[in-house]
C-alpha cells in the first residue's frame, strides 16, 4: 500500500501552552513534558486540532460531502473526507464491517524551545464591573513556551488517495494561515504558529529482501529521510490543484489585522514581574529573540472587546424594549429564577441556548469562532512611572498608606490580529459596530 511521511516545520508566532494536567508550587498549568523531559504537543491534540479544522474546510469545498458530526445525526457512518481521512468520527455507529480506520497518523510534536518558558497569569475579570473576580477566586497561572520556538509537525498516511493528497495539503496550509492553532487558550491569543516548509517522501515498494533493510532502519529516529524518496515540490504542487478544484467554494472567515497605537500610556499588570520589582504593578513582559518587550495579550483584547460589544448590545435592547439580559447574560447572576441567569451556570449544558454573547464571545460551556491573538510589540514604549495617591472622601487629603506607583509603557504599539471562522452576519455586523466606537 502506498505511504508517504510529511513533515512541517513550524514556527511559534504567539506563546504556547499544553496543559500536563499537573500543577507544581510554582504553577497551576504546566507545560506538558514527556519522561525524558522534552517539551511535546501529543500526537492525539495535533490531530485533534487538524480534524476539527478539516471537518470545517472539506465540507465548504465544492462536491466534498459534509460530515454527520455537523448535522448531529449520530446513529449512522459518516463517508465524509475528514472520516475517510481521520478515522470515523461515530466508530460504533452503523452495522457495516468496512469500518474506517484513520489513514493519517500523527506523531507527537517536539519543541525546539527559543527562549525557553514562562510563567504567565490569567486573572478571571468580571465582565460587568471590570475588576478582578477575586469572589470566584479566578487567578490562576499557566507554563507557556516563548515566541519563536521551533516545531516539527510529522505524519504518516497510508493508502491515500490523489484528491485526498490535495486535501491534505491545501489542510496543512491553513495552519500558515492561523486558522489551525495548536494547545490550550488558543481562542485567547496562544498557539499561533506560521508555517515555514513542508516536505514529503514516498515509501519504496519494496520487495521483501528490501522490507528487512527498511525495518532495520526503522529503529533510527531519522527512518523518515532514510526511508524514503522525496517527493520533489510535493506540497507547492498539491496546493496548486487544491486551488484550482476549489475555486470558489463557501468557507467563510473574517481576518481582522493591523496596528494597534497607543495614544496614551498602556498598563497590563504581571504578578510575577510585580512582586520582583519594588512597585505595586509592573507590565507583562515577553522574551522575543533574547530582548524582554511588553505584548498585549489576546485575552485582555478579548475582554476589552466583549465589554464594549455587550455595552452596546444591551442599550440596543433597551431601546428597543427588550430587557439587556435577552443579548447578554449576567455573570453575576447565578440564582435558579433570576432573569439573565449567566449561560455558564446554566444547568442545560446543550449549545445554541446561551445569550448572544455568549455565542459570539463562548461561554463555560461552548467555545468560540472567535480567535484573538495575542499582539507583538512593533514600536517599544518608552516606560515610565506614575505616583498615585488615594484621596480620603472624608478629609479631602491624601488617605494614609494608599499611596501606590505602577510601571506604564507610554505609546506602544502592537500588531493584532483577529480570527472569525463563519461568521453570521449578525455577528459581524455587531463586532464591527464595537470595533469602530
Ligand atoms: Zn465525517
Ligand atoms: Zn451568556
Redesign the pocket.
Known amino acids: 500500500m502506498d505511504r508517504i511521511l510529511l513533515a512541517a516545520n513550524l514556527t511559534l508566532a504567539t506563546q504556547l501552552h499544553v496543559g500536563s494536567g499537573d500543577d507544581s508550587p510554582l504553577c497551576d498549568a504546566m507545560i506538558y513534558r514527556r519522561p525524558d523531559s522534552a517539551l511535546i504537543i501529543p500526537g492525539s491534540s495535533v490531530a485533534g486540532a487538524l480534524r476539527g479544522r478539516a ?1 470545517r474546510l472539506f465540507s465548504s469545498l465544492r462536491g466534498e ?1 459534509k ?3 455537523l448535522s448531529g445525526i449520530t446513529d449512522r457512518e ?3 473526507p ?2 475517510a481521512m481521520f478515522g ?2 461515530y466508530p460504533d455507529a452503523g452495522s457495516s464491517n468496512n469500518r474506517l480506520s484513520a489513514k493519517i497518523l500523527v506523531h507527537d510534536m517536539e519543541i525546539q524551545l527559543a527562549d525557553g518558558t514562562s510563567i504567565r497569569d490569567g486573572v478571571g475579570i468580571n465582565r460587568v464591573s471590570r475588576t478582578s473576580n477575586s469572589a470566584a477566586a479566578a487567578k490562576y497561572d499557566y507554563e507557556t513556551v516563548a515566541r519563536g520556538a521551533q516545531l516539527v509537525l510529522r505524519m504518516e498516511a497510508t493508502g491515500l488517495t490523489d484528491k485526498e493528497e490535495v486535501l491534505l495539503a491545501a489542510l496543512l496550509a491553513e495552519i500558515g494561515e492561523g486558522r489551525i492553532r495548536f494547545g490550550g487558550k488558543s481562542s485567547r491569543g496562544l498557539g499561533r504558529v506560521s508555517l515555514d516548509n513542508v516536505a514529503a517522501w514516498r515509501l519504496p515498494q519494496c520487495t521483501p529482501a528490501q522490507w528487512t533493510q527498511f525495518y532495520a532502519l526503522l529503529t533510527s529516529d531519522d527512518w523518515f529521510l532514510q526511508g524514503g524518496q522525496e517527493i520533489a515540490n510535493w506540497f507547492s504542487r498539491r496546493l496548486e490543484e487544491a486551488r484550482r478544484l476549489f475555486a470558489g467554494s463557501d468557507d467563510t472567515f473574517l481576518i481582522i489585522s493591523g496596528t494597534l497605537r497607543f495614544k496614551e500610556g498602556f498598563l497590563t499588570k504581571e504578578s510575577f514581574l510585580t512582586v520582583e520589582s519594588p512597585y505595586d504593578s509592573f507590565p507583562l513582559l515577553v522574551t522575543e529573540r533574547g530582548k524582554r518587550r511588553t505584548c498585549l495579550p489576546g485575552s485582555s483584547l478579548r475582554g476589552v472587546l466583549r465589554f464594549q460589544t455587550e455595552r452596546i448590545g444591551r442599550t440596543l435592547a433597551e431601546l428597543n424594549n427588550l430587557a439587556g439580559w435577552l443579548v447578554a447574560c449576567d455573570p453575576l447572576a447565578a440564582g435558579e429564577s433570576e432573569p439573565g441567569r449567566s449561560c455558564s451556570r446554566r444547568p442545560d449544558k446543550k449549545n445554541g441556548n446561551e445569550c448572544l454573547a455568549c455565542k459570539l464571545f463562548g461561554s463555560m460551556h461552548a467555545g468560540s469562532r472567535l480567535k484573538i491573538s495575542d499582539a507583538w510589540e512593533i514600536e517599544a514604549g518608552k516606560f515610565y512611572l506614575q505616583d498615585y495617591l488615594a484621596v480620603d472622601r472624608f478629609t479631602g487629603g491624601g488617605s494614609e498608606g494608599k499611596k501606590f506607583d505602577s510601571v506604564y509603557t507610554y505609546r506602544p504599539s502592537y500588531y493584532i490580529e483577529i480570527l472569525f471562522e463563519e461568521p453570521e452576519a449578525w455577528e459581524l455586523g455587531w463586532l464591527l459596530l464595537t470595533c469602530g466606537t
Do not use: G, Y
Request: proline fraction near 0%; glycine fraction near 0%.
Open positions: 471537518t460531502k460530515c454527520l458530526s459518516c463517508d465524509c475528514t472520516c470515523n468520527i
